[in-house]
């Protein structure tokens, strides 16, 4: 009880749910602009079809198997890594409207801002994960080593997703405009490109496999095949981050929170002053 009537508690309180609150505003969004929703329904079905149905006949699984079920955990990856496009848009178009500066001026938690904006995401991704699930379910992926592993990669993923919202508020606080903001979304792309998404990296150059290795994108895919009981998990002479996906997630997102988290709430004080 101490703790909570404390100055400190009192603060976690407030920051908590003022937070809640902008989860909700977030939220509220989309039914003022359903075509964000409508396109988060769609995305996923189109992923499966372009590159489960398109490229898969080029593309030979290592050790066999059946692409799709490859390519699967590959595009949970993706969905995760949108989270920073997506938070970074969100971020700068209220920076560019005035609508941080009104914030700022209201009663309220300054770091429960950014903390209603990476919430709100995390929900978005859920179901954008969910409606991607159901769309791998539909062309034949299934996870194969039980509920416990299952719910451990969906774990990670939501786990990094949230630790890569941070990466997206920070930018926008930086960018504050959502047009250089939407110009900036292609160069994120590549990351989830140059992985192990959708190709093996086994015929890459040295020096981009060595990119690729280490790409977070690349580690989370692994994890994820490797818990599902998915085709196309490394074995033999790999990177670390590839010989241990998921030690290399758990260490990206604790990193990527570390550095982002801090980061992020600072910037946000500091555009007030």
Not at 13 to 42: C, K, M, S
Not at 106 to 130: C, E, I, K, N, Y
Request: without cysteine.
């Amino acid at each position: 009880m101490t703790a909570l009537t404390s100055p400190m508690g009192h603060r976690v309180r407030w920051t908590f749910t003022d937070g809640l609150t902008l989860v909700g505003r977030e939220l509220g969004r989309l039914r003022q602009e359903p075509g964000e929703l409508v396109a988060a329904l769609i995305f996923p079905a189109i992923m499966v079809v372009l590159f489960g149905y398109v490229f898969g006949s080029a593309i030979q699984v290592p050790g066999g198997g059946d692409y799709r079920e490859y390519l699967m955990p590959g595009l949970f990856s993706m969905v995760t890594f949108t989270a920073v496009m997506g938070v970074m848009m969100r971020v700068a178009t209220d920076a560019s409207r005035g609508v941080m500066d009104r914030f700022r001026s209201m009663p309220m938690a300054r770091s429960a801002v950014p903390f209603g904006q990476t919430g709100a995401d995390l929900l978005g991704g859920l179901l954008s994960l969910t409606i991607m699930v159901g769309a791998g379910l539909l062309v034949g992926w299934q996870p194969h080593r039980g509920l416990v592993p299952t719910a451990e990669a969906f774990l990670l993923l939501i786990v990094l997703r949230y630790a890569l919202s941070w990466v997206g508020v920070y930018v926008g606080l930086v960018v504050k405009n959502d047009q250089v903001a939407d110009q900036m979304v292609p160069l994120f792309l590549p990351f989830t490109m140059l992985s192990n998404s959708f190709v093996p990296t086994d015929g890459m150059p040295g020096w981009l496999r060595f990119l690729a290795d280490w790409n977070p994108v690349s580690a989370i895919t692994a994890a994820s095949r490797e818990l599902f009981g998915n085709p196309g998990v490394p074995s033999g002479d790999v990177a670390w981050p590839l010989a241990h996906p998921v030690a290399a997630v758990l260490l990206w997102s604790a990193a990527l929170l570390a550095v982002f988290v801090p980061l992020s709430v600072r910037t946000y004080k500091r555009r007030g002053r």
